[in-house]
């Protein structure tokens, strides 16, 4: 019995153009002269996150209590930094619904924009970037690409069933124009560089 899936990708095939197009060359746009950390930084500020430069583990864990004094449940995906919720005992994305502060690592920043990326293996659970309170994302500074033309370069489709790219904290200035942070994910998002 063929799936409604099966059907419809069938129904591409056979009807697939029988001359094949090339894709249109990506044209070399102008990139900024900025320093590509600099211009990272700049960007996420902008976007209301917020960075650190952080040497240690214990600086970071520091700085974790600074910034959430009254995070209660800490759930971290990294081996850099422990939490206080074990995502192995997870069996319910739900179950993440208490998180105050989550702590993923992401694998690349993105200079034009702020922005990380970050994937369903680097989350574990997807429901973390999501449902946490506040987000705090572990970024090796050398790990910088300058625009989403060479972002899309660096990014595994075959290899993660799940990716995004993030931005800063969740944002929404629909209702009377005022800006409401964490309508709709994190009301916060720092990066560690470490």
């Known amino acids: 019995m063929n799936s409604t899936k099966d059907l419809i990708m069938g129904a591409i095939r056979q009807n697939k153009p029988k001359d094949a197009h090339p894709y249109p060359q990506i044209p070399a746009f102008a990139k900024s002269k900025k320093p ?10 902008e976007a209301a996150g917020t960075w650190h430069n952080i040497h240690s583990r214990e600086e970071a864990e520091r700085l974790i209590h600074q910034l959430h004094p009254d995070a209660k449940v800490i759930c971290s995906t990294t081996p850099e930094i422990k939490g206080n919720k074990d995502l192995s005992q997870i069996t319910d994305p739900h ?11 992401a694998r690349f920043g993105v200079s034009e924009t702020g922005m990380v990326y970050i ?11 999501f449902l946490s309170q506040h987000l705090i994302i572990l970024l090796d500074p050398v790990k910088m690409v300058r625009d989403m033309y060479e972002a899309y370069s660096h990014v595994e489709l075959e290899s993660n069933h799940y990716s995004c790219f993030m931005l800063g904290p969740s944002a929404t200035a629909d209702i009377g124009a005022v800006m409401v942070r964490g309508a709709q994910g994190a009301r916060s998002l720092s990066v560690f560089f470490m």
């Open 119 to 129: 994937t369903g293996k680097d989350m574990h659970i997807t429901s973390l970037g």
């Open 95 to 105: 179950e993440l619904n208490d998180v105050d502060v989550g702590i993923i690592r």
């Open 36 to 45: 590509i950390l600099d211009e990272f930084k700049e960007n996420l500020v």
